[in-house]
């Protein structure tokens, strides 16, 4: 087999240098037309196909942005990637997809990638506390972006959805329906979309007239394990709570499994509002009230503040992106308690000691 014709192949053909060639290709350099010509007829006689990855190289530039997400499976970041793409290909950049799977090493490891140069920025998403070393990692990068989440530490530029107005709409959309007892199932406790999501639920409670309380709060991880155990602890121990406002898909998923286990139904017996809105809650029996979060406003925003930072410009900003209250019919007006609660059969004891009481 043939080797593919080379950049110093063109040369030859062209009468030219290799490097009046290359620098002709990457557009720093101005030919005559005559000269220009003479380039273009030797690259398709001999169809050469430049090295995207050589090109790049010559011009400090990769024209590729990386993305990276906790894990694809969840519907919130799946969507946030298809975002991010389609700005980016507005815009000519390319994006490389990267799972962490919300390990710090593998989120460490994709930092130093964008130092090596292999793209020219980085949206950055995690999903769980730091000890400092994330933070370090980033501020000593160039061109990252914080989604979703908050690194403490960071100077950098970041694009979040209004967490604490989410509570907030949650929060009053339960008061106005009647409820007295709520509880609240967020994420970890040391992130801030979870402490901001319960601020605004319990200020917003706490400052109505309506005698309304946060009954229990819950905090864990954005996860179904944590919607399953936190739903069962409520039905063993808080028999008094009529709603919840869970702060993730996931975590409400979770919910949703265990009172289907119960025998129990939304809107019958507990009435809910979600956080995301991410998956087709429309579509579930009763369909799922929700905060819904702009994902396609994210990665817009977030693609915009790149491409800042890729022109020169360094001065870092936190852009807050407003959410929106999406009423479908798992909120109704409190019925009758339940009697001494209702309790999940053949299941473990929950393992929870985050509950707090209120």
């Not at 007829?41 to 790049?56: G, M």
């Not at 530039?61 to 991010?84: C, H, M, Q, Y």
């Not at 229990?216 to 155990?229: K, L, P, T």
Request: proline share 4%.
């Amino acid at each position: 087999m043939s080797k593919p014709p080379s950049l110093g192949d063109v040369a030859i053909a062209a009468r030219l240098s290799p490097a009046a060639v290359s620098r002709y290709l990457n557009g720093s350099l101005t030919l005559p037309y005559a000269t220009s010509r003479r380039i273009d007829d030797a690259i398709a006689k001999l169809n050469y196909r430049p090295n995207p990855h050589a090109r790049s190289l010559s011009r400090g530039r990769s024209d590729t942005i990386g993305l990276v997400v906790p894990e694809i499976a969840n519907p919130f970041f799946s969507k946030l990637a298809a975002a991010v793409e389609k700005a980016a290909d507005e815009v000519g950049l390319g994006v490389m997809l990267c799972s962490s799977l919300n390990r710090a090493e593998r989120e460490l490891d994709y930092i130093e990638r964008l130092r090596k140069n292999f793209v020219d920025g980085l949206l950055f998403a995690t999903n769980h506390s730091d000890n400092g070393s994330l933070a370090t990692a980033i501020n000593g990068a160039s061109s990252v972006v914080l989604l979703d989440e908050d690194v403490d530490g960071t100077d950098v530029s970041k694009v979040f959805s209004d967490n604490e107005q989410g509570g907030e709409l949650a929060a009053r959309h339960l008061i106005e329906a009647g409820h007295k007892h709520i509880a609240f199932i967020g994420g970890p406790v040391g992130l801030m979309s979870s402490r901001e999501r319960a601020l605004g639920c319990r200020r917003t409670v706490n400052s109505s007239q309506s005698g309304a309380e946060i009954t229990v709060e819950f905090f864990g991880d954005y996860a179904i394990s944590h919607g399953r155990e936190a739903m069962a602890e409520i039905l063993d121990r808080h028999a008094d709570v009529t709603a919840v406002f869970a702060a993730s898909d996931e975590i409400l998923i979770g919910m949703l499994s265990v009172l289907r286990e119960c025998g129990l139904h939304i809107g019958d017996h507990l009435s809910v509002v979600t956080f995301d809105d991410a998956g087709p809650l429309h579509l579930l029996d009763p369909p799922i009230t929700a905060i819904r979060q702009s994902i396609d406003d994210i990665g817009r925003r977030a693609l915009a503040l790149i491409q800042k930072g890729l022109s020169g410009a360094v001065e870092h900003v936190t852009e807050r992106v407003p959410v929106e209250l999406v009423v479908r019919s798992s909120v109704v007006a409190p019925r009758t308690q339940r009697r001494g609660g209702a309790r999940l059969a053949r299941r473990s004891p929950p393992a929870i000691s985050k509950g707090i009481e209120r």
